[in-house]
């Protein structure tokens, strides 16, 4: 059951998506994530769902803010979506300018090296703080959580996570690959969708 979004640049964003390009061997890496989330759902209990990347710069933050997005988008409640990195660094600015270009609200609420990001999706909702800091931060879950690895690297390089009861890596090509290129704007628009298609994909694979 979704509802409708007081957004409506995301709305149209959501509906324009092309679920059904989605690969079967990309549904096979999706379904851990669904049945951690079934799981939950159906045992009643918090979903706490901590995306893994690098640096914490670009990939794990928009599957942070996509998932959460869909989770809103199809009503399933008691879903929490974080990010964090083997490192910290910052958040790239141009994940922040391709989500406000699919519609959500931005605000800077802290100016540093690191910045500190406010993301809203609907007016009536708690807006996603972004930053980028280790997976580990006191500002993530210390146990009962899904680690999800959006890349390779983060995966080698955490062959353990404390705390987490699942690990599931789905990894996605880095759009840093075409920074300061002609095909920046087109390569992370891109990855925000493919990441916004396979997020609408798992919610919409829970049964509530």
């Given at each position: 059951m979704t509802k409708p979004f007081t957004f409506l640049e995301i709305e149209k964003t959501i509906k324009d998506l092309k679920i059904e390009e989605i690969a079967k061997e990309r549904k096979a890496i999706l379904q851990p994530l669904i049945d951690f989330v079934q799981s939950k759902v159906d045992e009643q209990k918090q979903i706490r769902l901590n995306f893994i990347c690098t640096h914490n710069s670009r990939?794990?933050?928009?599957?942070?803010?996509?998932?959460?997005?869909?989770?809103?988008?199809?009503?399933?409640?008691?879903?929490?979506?974080?990010?964090g990195g083997t490192e910290a660094t910052a958040m790239f600015p141009m994940v922040a300018t391709t989500l406000e270009k699919q519609g959500f609200v931005i605000k800077t609420i802290a100016e540093t090296n690191n910045?500190?990001?406010?993301?809203?999706?609907?007016?009536?909702?708690?807006?996603?703080?972004?930053?980028?800091?280790?997976?580990?931060?006191?500002?993530?879950?210390?146990n009962q959580f899904a680690a999800i690895l959006t890349c390779s690297q983060a995966d080698q390089g955490c062959p353990f996570i404390t705390g987490t009861e699942k690990r599931i890596p789905i990894t996605f090509e880095d759009p840093k690959l075409f920074d300061n290129t002609p095909q920046q704007a087109e390569k992370y628009f891109e990855r925000s969708i493919q990441i916004a298609t396979e997020m609408f994909y798992v919610f919409s694979q829970i049964k509530q």
């Open positions: 990939r794990s933050h928009l599957s942070q803010i996509w998932a959460q997005t869909m989770a809103a988008y199809f009503n399933i409640k008691n879903v929490f979506c974080y990010s910045p500190v990001y406010a993301i809203k999706y609907a007016e009536n909702e708690h807006p996603i703080i972004c930053f980028s800091k280790k997976y580990d931060n006191d500002f993530n879950p210390q």
